[in-house]
Each structure stands twice: as structure tokens, then as C-alpha cells.
Antibody
Framework: EVHLVESGGGLVKPGGSLRLSCAAS????????MNWVRQGPGKGLEWVSS????????YYADSVKGRFTISKDNAKNSLYLQMNSLRVEDTAVYYC???????????????WGQGTLVTVSS | NFMLTQPHSVSESPGKTVTISCTRS????????VQWYQQRPGSAPTTVIY?????PSGVPDRFSASIDISSNSASLTISGLKTEDEADYYC?????????FGGGTKLTVL
């Protein structure tokens, strides 16, 4: 069974940094691309970033480009999101989600974690 | 980039059928797969439709979807509505470098 567990969320001041982690199990992590998606309080889903299975190809939403860095450690079955220069508008639940196909990134999440809450406030 | 537009909310009675639309602003709806997610209050999204029309195992066949090239839209249809279907539903597609979500539709089953 596919299992994704996010961690690392919390309260941080504007301008601060936070590193989110997503522990994966139940599938061959190294064969799958991964995505981060967030949801602000009372808002819809917003794509944040995606990474190909080997980490070669990386994409970001314009809203986080230059501030967030996605990475993937296939040896540890883990996905990360380093978030710097955080803003109040980054406050959201952050979900990691597996991409649907093995071997290529197609921006189609299939399995989702339960999310971790990031609150940016002074 | 393109946008996906969904109605903000729909409501229907138990046992009835409801359809939620998702209109793509530019580019063909048929050029990239559309997926649909269900999100119940306080829970993470789950996939109810993938590859435009396919249901993952475990999703009841009351859920179906289609693509309409003439209106450049996708639709999610839920028949035999149950109170447990009350949730937010999101369509999603992509282009070369972006993943795009619709704004979400709140389904009320009353």
C-alpha cells in the first residue's frame, strides 16, 4: 500500500525558513516523480513544485520560484521541500503527492499524503 | 499558462445525479489528461478519476467522467448521490511545465 507521510511543518516568522520532509513507502520510490501541492486556509489546491524520479527535472510555480527548493533522496525514500524567505501568504497545508507513472513526470498526482501545516506569522 | 474553471458550488438530493464541469481557458482539453480529486472536510485529496475517464480501484462506478472538445471542458458525473459524496471536487490538468488545478466545486447533498 502506498503511504506518504509529511513532516516538518510549524510556525515560522516572515522571512524565516523551514524544511518539509515526505517519507514514502509501499512503492519503488526511485521510479516515481513526486509533487508538492499546498492549500491555504479555506482555499483551493495550489501546485508548488515537481521533481522527476531521478531528480534531473525540477519545476516550480512562479509564486515560489527562487525561494523554495525541491529535492529527492532515493536512498532514503524521502522527498523534501526547503522553504526560504517565507511570506504570510505561504501559510498552508503542504501535501506531497506521487506522480502517476513510473519513469516519467507527467504532473498527474495519484496518491497523496495527509499534509503538514505551515504557518507564517509574526 | 491556462486556467481551469469550475462552478463554485452545486447541490442535489440523495439518489439524484449531479455533473460538475471544468472548462479549460486555452489550449485543447484533449491535449493533456484531466484528473478529478475528492476532498472531504479535514482530509487530504483522493483521486476519483484519472486519465480523463478512468476510475481507480475502490472508487464506485457511480463516479464517471468525460471530455467534450466542443466546449473545451471536462465533466465529472456522480449518480445515485449519497450523503458521503458531500465534499469538494477539483479537476486538474497540466502543460509542459505546470500542474494546474481548477478552483474546486463544493458539492452539497441535501
Amino acid at each position: 500500500e502506498v503511504h506518504l507521510v509529511e513532516s516538518g511543518g510549524g510556525l515560522v516568522k516572515p522571512g524565516g525558513s523551514l524544511r518539509l520532509s515526505c517519507a514514502a513507502s509501499g512503492f519503488t520510490f526511485s521510479s516515481y516523480s513526486m509533487n508538492w501541492v499546498r492549500q491555504g486556509p479555506g482555499k483551493g489546491l495550489e501546485w508548488v513544485s515537481s521533481i522527476s524520479s531521478s531528480g534531473t527535472y525540477i519545476y516550480y510555480a512562479d509564486s515560489v520560484k527562487g525561494r523554495f527548493t525541491i529535492s529527492k533522496d532515493n536512498a532514503k525514500n524521502s522527498l523534501y521541500l526547503q522553504m526560504n524567505s517565507l511570506r504570510v501568504e505561504d501559510t498552508a497545508v503542504y501535501y506531497c503527492a506521487r506522480d502517476i507513472y513510473q519513469g516519467r513526470l507527467v504532473f498527474l498526482p495519484d496518491y497523496w499524503g495527509q499534509g503538514t501545516l505551515v504557518t507564517v506569522s509574526s | 499558462n491556462f486556467m481551469l474553471t469550475q462552478p463554485h458550488s452545486v447541490s442535489e438530493s440523495p439518489g439524484k445525479t449531479v455533473t460538475i464541469s471544468c472548462t479549460r481557458s486555452s489550449g485543447s482539453i484533449a491535449s493533456n489528461y484531466v484528473q478529478w480529486y475528492q476532498q472531504r472536510p479535514g482530509s487530504a485529496p483522493t483521486t476519483v478519476i484519472y486519465e480523463d475517464t478512468q476510475r481507480p480501484s475502490g472508487v464506485p462506478d457511480r463516479f464517471s467522467a468525460s471530455i467534450d472538445i466542443s466546449s473545451n471542458s471536462a465533466s465529472l458525473t456522480i449518480s445515485g448521490l449519497k450523503t458521503e459524496d458531500e465534499a469538494d471536487y477539483y479537476c486538474q490538468s497540466y502543460d509542459a511545465n505546470n500542474l494546474v488545478f481548477g478552483g474546486g466545486t463544493k458539492l452539497t447533498v441535501l
